[in-house]
């Protein structure tokens, strides 16, 4: 795995952005935002050279033009993103983070009924592998 700069909230915003149109030049990626977000041209110009520099996104030219696409999927920016925040605020561990969601972001009874389908469904796999 390549060790990439992680990414700030606004250089996330630009690569989510970028995903969804899968490429496009600074004028397609500015364009995709809604009016009442209120980003500038410049600053989605400047999180696309910096996408670039960190290695998120390649870059090929058309005539004079720049045209973006994603380097890395979004798959592998959560994973990686995801990581380093359980790294840093908890020590590695994946429980208190999981704990701090389920109780703190107002998770819906269909989602704690999938989550439960799901730890079912892990915890019998695990007790067939033994």
Known sequence: MTERPALSKGEIEVAR????LKHGTVREVFE??????????TTVQTYL???EKKGY???????????????VK???VIRE??????????????????????E???VSQEDLDALKTLLDQLTEERNESE
Do not use: C
């Not at 993103?81 to 389920?102: K, S």
């Open 17 to 20: 952005a970028l995903w969804e």
């Open 32 to 41: 995709s935002f809604p009016d009442s977000r209120g980003i500038d041209f």
């Open 49 to 51: 050279r910096r996408l």
């Open 57 to 71: 996104v390649n870059v090929k030219l058309e005539g004079r033009t720049r045209v973006y696409s994603p380097r």
């Open 74 to 76: 979004p798959r592998t």
């Open 81 to 102: 993103t995801v990581d380093d925040l359980v790294d840093r605020l908890f020590a590695g561990e994946t429980f208190p983070l999981m704990q701090h969601l389920i």
């Open 104 to 106: 703190n972001r107002n």
